[in-house]
Nanobody
Framework: QVQLLESGGGSVQAGGSRRLSCAASGYMRSRICMAWFRQAPGKEREGVAYIDIGDGTTSYVDSVKGRFTISQDNARNTLYLQMNSLNLEDTAMYYC??????????????????WGQGTQVTVSS
């Protein structure tokens, strides 16, 4: 079992930055994908960034490329999402997710087995 706990959400002005953290605990095998998803009111949950913990390969949804960076601190079992140049469309509940996977990290939320409780990010003008 993997337990995930997000933190770092809050309010930020458009153009600002925020860093989210996801503390992972429990048994974790080496081949694991971790990801950040987000969900705005009335919208489907959307994958934002993905990382293969084993080899560090990352990928992003087009809308955040060049602005968001997903990273890991293996010593602290912590996943991060650095968000820069935030805009109003980035307002959402952000979730950390994990999946044991031997291949490319999948993009769909419904295949991820482990989820955190979410942390709200609100961007204002």
């Amino acid at each position: 079992q993997v337990q995930l706990l997000e933190s770092g959400g809050g309010s930020v002005q458009a153009g600002g930055s925020r860093r989210l953290s996801c503390a992972a605990s429990g048994y974790m095998r080496s081949r694991i994908c971790m990801a950040w998803f987000r969900q705005a009111p009335g919208k489907e949950r959307e994958g934002v960034a993905y990382i293969d913990i084993g080899d560090g390969t990352t990928s992003y949804v087009d809308s955040v490329k060049g602005r968001f960076t997903i990273s890991q601190d293996n010593a602290r079992n912590t996943l991060y999402l650095q968000m820069n140049s935030l805009n109003l469309e980035d307002t959402a509940m952000y979730y950390c997710a994990a999946l044991y996977s031997g291949g490319d990290c999948p993009r769909k939320a419904n295949v991820y087995d482990y989820w955190g409780q979410g942390t709200q990010v609100t961007v204002s003008s």
